[in-house]
């Protein structure tokens, strides 16, 4: 039975699990029917999951189509694990979309870099991108330990053999790409092409501020779009102040999860503090 | 034409104060919030030791009925932490309202006395929390332990003590009467009313809690009530702070009409823009006031009583 949503930023919505996906290791994709028709998503944008009776937490939309909503999934503890348990057919709630989301300007490079489940945001901004086919180059780097931990590593490779954008992807071990950091290849992009550039970047937060760094060295990066989602939340919409970061008092819910950089310069708490549960400052 | 207000012997800039627990869990966002032109700032509550509070989904709003319910049950840093962001707030000149809970009388001493030698604007003592099974509205739907309580820490600190009242109880003037027994220099009035939502495709409350809080718009008329109540019976005695549900400024002039010396918004400011939100209630507050003649909106406090 379908039913007409009149606001799905509200209580949960039940969305059915339609598809899951093995993505890499411990990481899935769920694919979830939501009941009628809701308003469209932006890269960038997350959703409040819940798991009847295990927990809430806030996950990436990886893509939104006929009112399919696609979440790349990593197992972290108790709240994902009950995910990965569930099967085609079961529900879950769904609320959002919530947060700012990447804002891409036009006639740039973009240059996508992301680790880990950083990647579901990035993935929405590539297809966004790829939309818009103003012939903007697209650069999107990856990176992680090992190759069983590179996320939609099919999906990128196929569209860097159809040149639609350029992938380039690494890993500490050498066990595929290059061996090292995305940092590198990320550098020589931003050295051989003067083109004005904007970097946006999803991942562990340490690895961003180290982007951050790099970034504000070239003329040519025009704009650093980040996003901050390594952080614990609880609304989603700006109500508790669970996620909010110093000195600037902004939630990381509403205000972000994307930055831009004049904004990151501000956030002293960037790549140093987040805040746990109890509202405790803990060094990252 | 002034908006100041007094509340015992606390000057305010204007009758809008921030609610507890909402953008009130770090220094950052409670200055933001003050900066945006708000008269105090109330802290999110503090405990003797850190929290992380009830299990998620512990918040989530009711677009429907323009309110929100939460079980976040005293989520908290400990005061021994938050007293560093408290300092910052003091020393950035503001105005603080730092909100405190204890399971007991020596739960409560042990976090007001860690806190007393700081120049709080005020403590207030969370007598209503309806998320926690020790702490909050236990305590405070017994007048005996009321009284007891702030009896007990109005004499450990020289910053006035303010007592927040819950609704959910068969006759707050009973509570209320206790505190001021007990000597607190003003009432709060309202914390959540008791509440719960259920997901009728799963089955299952969705709190994890299970029950929660109801707050927001929906709660306003309850509050007004409550107001009301407590001004006719006690408003010779104490200064009144009004909260719950204030949406819009209309609701500020009723709540101050009902017998508010002041006013609390917390579901309210829960939106993207919440300095908007400010400055649009103060605008149409100054606008009401110069259409009405009224000089000074501390003449109109408890002016329904008539
Ligand atoms: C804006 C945003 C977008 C996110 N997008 C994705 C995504 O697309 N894919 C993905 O796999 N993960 C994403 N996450 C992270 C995801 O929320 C956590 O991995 C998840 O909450 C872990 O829950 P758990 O119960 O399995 O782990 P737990 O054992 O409970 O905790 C493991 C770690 O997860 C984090 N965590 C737990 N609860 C929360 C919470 N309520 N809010 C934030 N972090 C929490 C904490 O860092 C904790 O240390 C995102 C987080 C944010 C803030
Ligand atoms: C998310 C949330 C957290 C809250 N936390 C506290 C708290 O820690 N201490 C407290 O005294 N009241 C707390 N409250 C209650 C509010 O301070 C206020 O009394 C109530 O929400 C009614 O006001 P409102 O309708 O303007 O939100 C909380 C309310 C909400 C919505
Ligand atoms: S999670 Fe509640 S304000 Fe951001």
Redesign the pocket.
């Known amino acids: 039975m379908s039913r007409k949503i009149t606001s799905f930023d509200s209580q949960p919505i039940m969305g059915k699990i339609i598809r899951i996906e093995d993505e890499c290791e411990d990481?899935k994709n769920f694919f979830v029917e939501m009941p009628e028709k809701i308003e469209g998503v932006k890269a960038g944008q997350?959703v409040m999951l819940w798991i009847p009776v295990?927990?809430?937490?806030?996950?990436?939309?990886?893509g939104f189509k006929d009112e399919i909503l696609e979440?790349?999934?990593?197992?972290?503890?108790?709240?994902?694990?009950?995910l990965f348990n569930k099967q085609i057919g079961e529900r879950v709630g769904i609320r959002g979309f919530y947060?700012k989301p990447f804002k891409p300007l036009e006639n740039v490079n973009h240059l996508l870099l992301g680790g880990g489940?950083g990647m579901?945001?990035l993935k929405l901004l590539i297809n966004t991108l790829k939309s818009r086919n103003r012939g903007d180059k697209i650069h999107v780097f990856e990176g992680a330990r090992t190759k069983n931990k590179l996320m939609y590593l099919d999906f990128l490779q196929n569209l860097h053999d159809k040149g639609e954008i350029k992938f380039h992807v690494c890993t500490d071990d050498g066990s595929w790409g290059y061996k090292g950091f995305p940092t590198v290849a990320l550098e020589e992009v931003l050295q051989e092409d003067s083109q004005q550039s904007v970097i946006y970047v999803a991942g562990p937060e340490r690895m961003m501020k180290v982007v951050f760094e790099i970034g504000k060295k070239y003329q040519n990066v025009k704009d650093m779009q980040m996003?901050l989602?390594?952080?614990?939340?609880?609304c989603g919409f700006g109500l508790c102040s669970a996620?909010t970061v110093d000195p600037t008092g902004w939630r990381?819910?509403v205000d972000g999860?994307v930055f831009n950089k004049e904004q990151l310069e501000q956030i002293t708490d960037f790549g140093e503090y987040?805040r746990l549960?109890t509202g405790e400052k803990k060094r990252i | 034409m002034s908006l100041g207000t007094i509340v015992g012997n606390i000057k305010l800039r204007n009758p809008l104060i921030l609610a507890s627990g909402v953008l009130g869990s770090s220094y950052s966002v409670l200055q933001r919030i003050y900066e945006a032109g708000i008269g105090a700032v109330v802290t999110k509550s503090v405990g003797p030791v850190s929290r992380e509070g009830n299990p998620?989904p512990s918040v989530f709003a009711l677009k429907d009925i323009n309110g929100a319910i939460n079980s976040i049950g005293l989520a908290n840093p400990g005061y021994k932490h938050f007293r560093e962001e408290i300092k910052i707030l003091l020393e950035n000149n503001v105005k603080t309202i730092v909100s405190i809970f204890g399971g007991d009388v020596e739960e409560f001493s042990e976090v007001l006395v860690g806190l007393s030698d700081l120049p709080i604007t005020a403590f207030e003592l969370n007598l209503s929390c309806p998320n926690t099974e020790k702490e909050g509205m236990v305590l405070g739907t017994d007048p005996q332990i009321v009284r007891r309580i702030v009896e007990n820490l109005r004499k450990k600190t020289k910053s006035p003590i303010w007592v927040k009242l819950t609704p959910n109880v068969t006759d707050i003037l009973e509570i209320a009467d206790a505190a001021i027994k007990g000597g607190c220099d003003a009432l709060v009035a309202i914390n959540t009313l008791k509440a719960m939502v259920i997901d009728i495709y799963s089955r299952y409350p969705i709190l994890g809690f299970k029950r929660g809080g109801l707050s927001g718009a929906p709660i306003k008329p309850v509050g007004i009530r409550n107001i009301f109540d407590l001004y006719e019976q006690f408003g010779d005695k104490i200064p009144l702070v009004g909260v719950g549900g204030i949406a819009k400024w209309e609701d500020v002039f009723e709540y101050i009409l009902a017998g508010a010396s002041a006013v609390q918004i917390g579901t309210a400011l829960g939106v993207a823009h919440p300095e908007n939100k400010i400055r649009h209630i103060k605008n149409n507050i100054q606008k009401f006031m110069k259409n009405e003649g009224i000089e000074n909106i501390a003449n109109i406090i408890g002016g329904a009583h008539r």
């Not at chain 1, 979440?71 to 009950?82: D, F, P, Q, S, Y």
């Not at chain 1, 989602?229 to 609880?234: E, F, Q, T, V």
């Open positions: 990481t997350f295990v927990d809430e937490y806030p996950i990436g939309v990886a979440l790349g999934i990593a197992k972290m503890g108790v709240g994902t694990e009950a947060g489940f579901t945001p996003s989602a390594d952080r614990y939340m609880r996620c990381i819910c999860p987040i549960a | 998620n």
